[in-house]
């Protein structure tokens, strides 16, 4: 079973400093994009930041200069972790964040396959106090 765990969230004042991380675990093939989203009340998931499995990335504009997204993974690639560094964060980044990936799975079936798989984490929330 494909499994995407965030951490890292909590409280934080203006200026400060989060890191969230996002362990996807199971029978992955490749991840095509893994990245981050985030919900306040009242407004629609908007990006925060992707990366591929080529290292391109991409920033949503109010966070682009203050926030990284990085991934590190085990030799044979079935673990795989994003970071997403925040830093001089301001009360506006306040919300629900997820972990979403588009990756490719092993199917054992039967019969065996491989499948493409869009997954969501569970959210972690981060809030910035002014």
């Known amino acids: 079973q494909v499994r995407l765990i965030e951490s890292g969230g909590g409280f934080v004042q203006t200026g400060g400093s989060l890191r969230l991380s996002c362990a996807a675990s199971g029978p992955i093939v490749a991840i095509n994009t893994i990245g981050w989203y985030r919900q306040t009340p009242g407004m629609q998931r908007e990006l925060v930041a992707t990366i591929t499995g080529r290292g391109d990335t991409n920033y949503g504009d109010s966070v682009k200069g203050r926030f990284a997204i990085s991934t590190d993974s085990t030799k044979d690639t079935v673990y795989l972790t994003a970071h997403l560094q925040m830093d001089n964060l301001k009360p506006d980044d306040t919300g629900l964040y997820y972990c979403?990936?588009?990756?490719?799975?092993?199917?054992?079936?039967?019969?065996?396959?491989?499948?493409?798989?869009?997954?969501w984490g569970q959210g972690t929330l981060v809030t910035v106090s002014s």
């Open positions: 979403n990936a588009d990756l490719k799975y092993a199917d054992y079936g039967p019969p065996p396959d491989y499948r493409n798989l869009e997954v």
